[in-house]
């Protein structure tokens, strides 16, 4: 099928595009990689008269460390994280994450800024930047603010963005020395959408302790889920089979998965104990390995 007839705006700078937003109000969509909303366009089952091409924006592409933060364009697309030298050296996770993310041809043209303000409860950057404690500025009519990752999603779907407000960068707090992460999903085939997925980030001292500890959940909830009580209980203590045992305990109390196509309620909570387990053991299994250096 053919999209419905839409007006086409491609904005020269941010200022623009948020006024371009504004006075078309609920007629207008913005487009940054086009990936979820090209089909939807296609299908008819969105309809917008506007549409606000945001790739012509300045800025808004970068990936950079400054002041103990690696800061990232919400237009810098999913292959820029993939690739990132920087990324791979100070923090792993955020790569292994977007070399998950569907295929290439995807890869190359979606964005981090637009898949997490789609908030699919299944996508691969939600549990990544509640993991890694993310910060995302949001620009509006009525100025800039910055939002939690903790705070950032609201329901399937959905986030705290008010009305035409869009995310133009996200900041990634630098760990501390000697902290790393795993990032494991499972999928029905390669490159599909979770049917439960788990990032980590964790810092152990030399004696195993857990001194700082970061968890995002996907797939289990109508949203992507941080569980507070399994991070608390996991902080302070030894992590070994005992306390991990423990963690999956709190973490079913967590979580409130949804059957759907992808499988069951059931399903999805045997997954998460598998794969929580699965993904604290590769990352200490890595912190070991910095540990000893």
């Not at 007006?7 to 078309?24: H, I, M, S, T």
């Not at 970061?214 to 909830?221: A, F, N, P, R, S």
Request: net charge neutral; glycine share 10%; aromatic share 8%.
């Amino acid at each position: 099928m053919y999209p419905a007839a839409f007006d086409y705006f491609a904005p020269q700078n941010l200022k623009e595009a948020v006024e371009l937003a504004d006075r078309y109000g609920e007629d207008a969509k913005f487009l940054a990689g086009g990936q979820s909303l090209a089909p939807l366009l296609k299908l008819r089952l969105v309809r917008p008269k506007y549409l606000i091409d945001l790739n012509h924006l300045p800025g808004l592409n970068h990936i950079k460390e400054e002041d103990g933060f690696i800061r990232c364009g919400a237009m810098s697309r999913h292959i820029q994280f993939e690739e990132s030298e920087l990324f791979n050296r100070r923090i792993p996770l955020v790569s292994e994450a977007a070399a998950h993310i569907a295929d290439v041809q995807v890869r190359n043209r979606g964005t981090i800024g637009g898949a997490l303000a789609e908030a699919d409860p299944a996508g691969d950057w939600g549990p990544v930047v509640l993991a890694l404690n993310a910060r995302l500025k949001c620009v509006g009519p009525h100025g800039e603010r910055w939002l939690e990752a903790k705070d950032f999603f609201d329901f399937a779907y959905s986030t705290k963005l008010q009305n035409h407000e869009l995310v133009t960068e996200i900041h990634f707090p630098l760990p501390g020395e000697g902290s790393t992460g795993a990032y494991l999903k499972m999928e029905r085939v390669a490159g599909d959408f979770a049917i439960v997925s788990v990032a980590v980030q964790m810092r152990l001292d030399e004696g195993g302790v857990c001194r700082q500890i970061g968890i995002g959940l996907g797939g289990v909830d109508v949203a992507p889920r941080k569980p507070n009580s399994v991070e608390r209980f996991m902080l302070g203590n030894k992590v070994d089979g005992g306390v991990v045992h423990e963690a999956c305990r709190l973490l079913d109390g967590e979580v409130d998965p949804l059957s759907d196509q992808r499988g069951s309620a059931a399903y999805k909570r045997r997954v998460l104990n598998v794969l929580f387990k699965r993904t604290v053991t590769a990352a200490l299994n890595r912190t070991e390995k910095i540990i000893s250096k």
